[in-house]
C-alpha cells in the first residue's frame, strides 16, 4: 500500500509536536497527513499523499486542461458524427493489429 | 473534481486506446517502473486492451519487493530482542527473510507494531522512553522524505531511543542499470509519478541522452497511463526519445524542494543491494554522519548476515521485466500471498501478488 497514493481532500489543519499536520479525506475516510512539505496547502485543496506526508497539492488547472484535450476531440468528433455514443474511432478506418482477434 | 472518476472514465480511456492503435505499426517494449501502476495496470486489464505490438514490462518499482534479504533478517534479529520495540510498514511483516518473516517473531513475542506513518513510530518511541524504539523503513524517493522527517524530528526533540534500520533507494540509477544490461529489452519507460513528485522530472535527462530511450512521467489512474503510453509510442514510432511529463496536475519540474532539502540534510547517497538485482551504484540513502545515532544499524551492532534466496523464486527476473510472474513453476501454486516464496508476491505492487490477485493464473499455462 505504500506507494499505492490517491488523492484527499484537506477538510482541517491542526499543529502536533510543532509540525503542521492535516485531517485528509479520501472519499469518506479521513486519515491525518502530515502537511510539512505542503507548507502553503490550504483546507479544501486536493494533496497526494504517501505513507502519511502529503508530497503535492494537485493543481486544479491542469487536471482540467489534460482532461478537456480528450472532451474537444470527443466534440469533435461528434460534429462529425464519427462517436455519438463514445465509443473507439475503430470504424474510421485507422485501426490496426486488431484483425486477428 | 474528485481527481479520481474523470481520470478513470471510459469512454476517454476507449478513445485514447483507438489512438494507440491508430498509430501503433511496430512491436515496442515499454517498462513501468513503479508498482502502483503494475498494480493499475494488471487491475484494470490495461495491458490486455493494448494492441499486441505492445508489451508492457514490470519493473522493479516495489520497495517490499527490492529490500534485501539481509536486511529483513537484521529487522527480525531487532524484533527478536526484548528491550526494542520494531515499528514498521504493514506490508514490511509478511516479507519472508531466509527463515521467517515478522508476524511469526509478533508471535513469537516480539513486540512488532505496524504503524502508518514514520511519525507515529516516533510517537511511540515518545511514549516508551525506557525501551529501544526501531522504524524499519524502506522505499523510493516518495517515502523516503517521511523518513528523513522523523529522524529530523527525533534529532530536533533529543528523542534518544528511536533509530532507524532503513534501505532507501533510488530510482533513477536503477533505471541506468536495467539498459545497461545485456539482457534488457526495454524500449521506453513510464517513470513513476510520485518518485518525480519529490525529486522533478530533470534527473532524466541524462538517462534520455544517453540510452536515447522515451521516458514519461505518468500518474496512476487509467487515462494517466493509457496517455503515457500513448505520449510513448508516439515517441517510439517517430524514432524519437523525449523526457515529457504527462502527470501536471501533481508533477511540478523541480519537484518538492523542501522534501529534497531534508532528505539531502538527513542521507547520504551509497552503492546499495537491491533484492533479486544486485548491487547497484549509487542506488541507496543512508544517514548522514551527523546522524549515525540514529540509525539502528551502527546502534546495535547487528551483524552483517550472508543469505541465500530460495532457489525457486524468479522474482529478480521478474523485476528486471525478463519473465512474467506466470512463468515461475511456483506461481500460484506453491507461492500465493498467503504463502509468499519471494518478495514479488508480498506486497500488493509487487508484479506477482498483482497477476495473482487479479487472476492471471490462467493466461499463459
Ligand atoms: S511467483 Fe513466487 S516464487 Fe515465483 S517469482 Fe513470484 S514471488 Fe518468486
Known amino acids: 500500500m505504500m506507494c499505492l497514493a490517491v488523492p484527499g481532500r484537506i477538510v482541517e489543519i491542526v499543529e502536533r509536536s510543532g509540525l503542521k499536520m492535516g485531517k485528509v479525506d479520501y472519499s469518506g475516510t479521513i486519515a491525518t497527513a502530515c502537511l510539512e512539505y505542503v507548507p502553503e496547502a490550504d483546507v479544501g485543496q486536493y494533496v497526494i499523499v504517501h505513507a502519511g506526508f502529503a508530497i503535492s497539492i494537485v493543481d486544479e488547472e491542469e487536471a482540467r486542461k489534460s482532461l478537456e484535450l480528450w472532451s474537444e476531440i470527443e466534440e469533435a468528433n461528434k460534429k462529425e458524427g464519427l462517436d455519438k455514443f463514445g465509443m473507439p474511432l475503430e470504424n474510421s478506418g485507422v485501426d490496426k493489429g486488431d484483425q486477428t482477434q | ?365
Open chain 2, 1 to 365: 473534481m474528485r481527481y479520481l472518476d474523470e481520470f478513470r472514465d471510459p469512454a476517454i480511456a476507449r478513445k485514447i486506446l483507438a489512438e494507440i492503435k491508430a498509430i501503433t505499426s511496430n512491436p515496442w517494449v515499454i517498462m513501468e517502473i513503479c508498482g502502483g501502476q503494475t498494480h493499475s495496470i494488471i487491475r484494470n486489464g490495461i495491458d490486455q486492451l493494448l494492441p499486441k505490438e505492445i508489451q508492457l514490462v514490470h519493473g522493479p518499482g516495489c520497495p517490499v519487493c527490492v529490500t534485501p534479504l539481509e536486511l529483513i533478517d537484521k529487522a527480525i534479529q531487532l524484533a527478536s530482542r526484548r528491550d526494542i520495540i520494531l515499528t514498521s510498514f504493514g506490508d514490511m511483516l509478511r516479507v519472508p527473510g531466509s527463515e521467517k518473516d515478522l508476524f511469526r517473531v509478533r508471535s513469537e513475542g516480539g513486540d512488532v507494531r505496524i504503524v502508518y506513518s514514520t511519525l507515529e513510530a516516533l510517537q511511540v518511541a515518545r511514549d516508551n522512553p525506557d525501551r529501544e524504539v526501531v522504524f524499519f523503513g524502506v522505499g523510493f524517493e516518495t517515502t523516503a522524505p517521511g523518513t528523513a522527517m522523523a529522524v529530523y524530528q527525533a534529532r530536533r526533540e533529543g528523542v534518544k531511543n528511536f533509530s532507524l534500520l532503513a534501505s532507501h533507494v533510488l530510482v533513477p540509477p536503477a533505471m541506468k542499470a536495467l539498459l545497461s544490461s545485456p539482457a534488457n529489452r526495454v524500449q521506453a519507460y513510464l517513470a513513476a509519478g510520485h518518485v518525480c513528485t519529490v525529486m522533478g522530472w530533470k534527473q532524466y535527462v541524462p538517462i534520455v541522452e544517453e540510452y536515447k530511450v522515451p521516458i514519461v512521467v505518468t500518474g496512476f489512474e487509467p487515462i494517466d497511463i493509457l496517455e503515457g503510453i500513448l505520449a510513448v509510442v508516439r515517441q517510439l514510432e517517430a524514432g524519437e526519445a523525449k523526457l515529457e511529463n504527462r502527470y501536471t496536475r501533481v508533477v511540478r519540474d523541480e519537484g518538492n524542494i523542501k522534501a529534497q532539502e531534508i532528505m539531502q540534510a538527513v542521507f547520504t547517497t551509497v552503492d546499495r543491494k537491491w533484492r533479486g538485482i544486485g548491487c547497484i551504484d549509487q542506488s541507496g540513502l543512508r544517514l548522514a554522519k551527523e546522524y549515525t545515532q540514529f540509525d539502528a544499524e551502527y546502534k546495535f551492532a547487528v551483524s552483517d548476515i550472508e543469505v541465500d534466496e530460495p532457489e525457486e523464486c524468479i522474482g529478480g527476473l521478474v523485476l528486471q521485466g525478463l519473465r512474467k510472474p506466470t512463468e515461475c513453476e511456483a506461481f500460484g501454486t506453491r507461492c500465493t500471498p498467503q504463502t509468499p516464496l519471494g518478495a514479488t508476491m508480498v506486497s500488493s505492487e509487487g508484479a506477482c501478488a498483482a497477476y495473482y490477485n487479479y487472476q492471471r493464473i490462467k493466461v499463459t499455462r
